[in-house]
Antibody, heavy 116, light 107 residues
Framework: QLQQSGPGLVKPSQTLSLTCAIS??????????WNWIRQSPSRGLEWLGR?????????DYAVSVKSRIAINPDTSKNQFSLHLNSVTPEDTAVYYC????????WGQGTLVTVSS | EIVLTQSPGTLSLSPGERATLSCRAS???????LAWYQQKPGQAPRLLLY???SRATGIPDRFSGRGSGTDFTLTISGLEPEDSAVYYC????????FGQGTRLEIK
């Protein structure tokens, strides 16, 4: 199971930060990958990036956000986080965390609005 | 980046009928790394199929998939009212991308 947390309102130019807590699995699993995905009426479903462990940590990011995104694992809390900086109203979306390459489990979704 | 184009945009069918949804890729999807999801209002997408044709845990055999390369199909047989939803394809061969979705209405 994946449980998301984080603010629903972020000001333009600031950093959007969300956390996804994992239960029933490990963020350090050698078989899993941990993703952030968002959904908006204008952009549809958009994969943002992932983190995964294969003897060391790897990160992959979508080209569209690569310059301003970071996805970090936290092994002590068995969770991972999304940080998206320099946000604009175009970053307003429902954000999901999800497990896997094909997404077998999803978080509940967090509506994040970028507005002053 | 692989672009996925789904058709039709909307499908309206009756209970008991069969739905055929298409997903076409702008370039070949290697290793059949294609999945299908169902999304109902206010919910996260739910994985139906992966590897183009393998059903996810708990998915009934009314849902089936086929295809390879650039052309993939999701078939739902014996439609039930609860199948009303938006269906998305997703490729995970490289940088992951989604199709724009097909809305299925059961009238």
């Amino acid at each position: 199971q994946l449980q998301q947390s984080g603010p629903g309102l972020v000001k333009p130019s600031q950093t959007l930060s969300l956390t996804c807590a994992i239960s029933g699995d490990s963020v350090s699993s050698n078989r899993a990958a941990w993703n952030w995905i968002r959904q908006s009426p204008s952009r549809g479903l958009e994969w943002l990036g992932r983190t995964y462990y294969r003897s060391k940590w790897f990160n992959d990011y979508a080209v569209s956000v690569k310059s301003r995104i970071a996805i970090n694992p936290d092994t002590s809390k068995n969770q991972f986080s999304l940080h998206l900086n320099s946000v604009t109203p175009e970053d307003t979306a429902v954000y999901y965390c999800a497990r896997g390459w094909e997404y077998t489990s999803w978080g509940q979704g967090t509506l994040v609005t970028v507005s002053s | 980046e692989i672009v996925l184009t789904q058709s039709p945009g909307t499908l309206s069918l009756s209970p008991g009928e069969r739905a055929t949804l298409s997903c076409r890729a702008s370039q070949s999807v290697t290793s059949n790394s294609l999945a299908w999801y169902q999304q109902k209002p206010g919910q996260a997408p739910r994985l139906l199929l992966y590897g183009a044709s393998s059903r996810a845990t708990g998915i009934p055999d009314r849902f089936s998939g086929r295809g390879s390369g650039t052309d993939f199909t999701l078939t739902i047989s014996g439609l039930e009212p609860e199948d009303s939803a938006v269906y998305y394809c997703q490729q995970y061969a490289g940088s992951h991308t989604f199709g724009q979705g097909t809305r299925l209405e059961i009238k």
